[in-house]
T-cell receptor, first 111, second 113 residues
């Protein structure tokens, strides 16, 4: 089945630790996106990538990093510089000018 | 910078009512606009996609319209049901020279049985 897979579903991070969230798609989409959602709020764009080996900062990129070495993969690293990382993280992909598809999300909690 | 506003922020209606959700955006240079549904703690489910050249799209009890020049879209839900209770989000794709997908803050809908 074609789609987007995010893993893990739940992730716990200790203070000062870097963690990486996985996002994989088999839809052959060019563009991929990472969003953060806080309780009761909308989605805020962290990073996006329109082609392999290229990505741009979104509105809240500080404390996050990404890579796009393969078309199907767009991992997000939450670094220790992100002071308030507890949130719901969503990954999406789109073909050029086309419909966006989302993964089921990763819920990150700092312990 | 694209900014997206959704009105109302929350809405509670009795079952069977027709309702309209509103979405406005500041940059009309978009490729398309998509409406999504989000259930609590879940990812997003795509409801309707309207291309920039289209005026409306329909799927079952849902109808979405787009007026690109005025930066507005509406989602019409006919004969609402308790199962329609969710958060509804709109997202225009593009805006300026980018291919960004920017979201509004959503409308939280509760349909009372």
């Amino acid at each position: 089945d074609g789609g987007i897979t995010q893993s893990p579903k739940y992730l716990f991070r200790k203070e000062g630790q870097n963690v990486t969230l996985s996002c994989e798609q088999n839809l052959n989409h060019d563009a991929m996106y990472w969003y953060r959602q806080d309780p009761g709020q909308g989605l805020r764009l962290i990073y996006y990538s329109q082609i392999v080996n290229d990505f741009q900062k979104g509105d809240i990129a500080e404390g996050y990093s990404v890579s796009r070495e393969k078309k199907e993969s767009f991992p997000l690293t939450v670094t220790s510089a992100q002071k308030n990382p507890t949130a719901f993280y969503l990954c999406a992909s789109t073909p050029p000018g086309g419909e966006a598809f989302f993964g089921q999300g990763t819920r990150l909690t700092v312990v | 910078k694209q900014e997206v506003t959704q009105i109302p922020a929350a809405l509670s209606v009795p079952e069977g009512e027709n309702l309209v959700l509103n979405c406005s955006f500041t940059d009309s240079a978009i490729y398309n606009l998509q409406w999504f549904r989000q259930d609590p703690g879940k990812g997003l489910t795509s409801l309707l996609l309207i291309q920039s050249s289209q005026r409306e799209q329909t799927s079952g009890r849902l109808n979405a319209s787009l007026d690109k020049s005025s930066g507005r879209s509406t989602l019409y839900i006919a004969a609402s049901q308790p199962g329609d209770s969710a958060t509804y989000l709109c997202a225009p794709l593009g805006g300026g020279a980018t291919n960004k997908l920017i979201f509004g803050t959503g409308t939280l809908l509760a349909v009372q049985p």
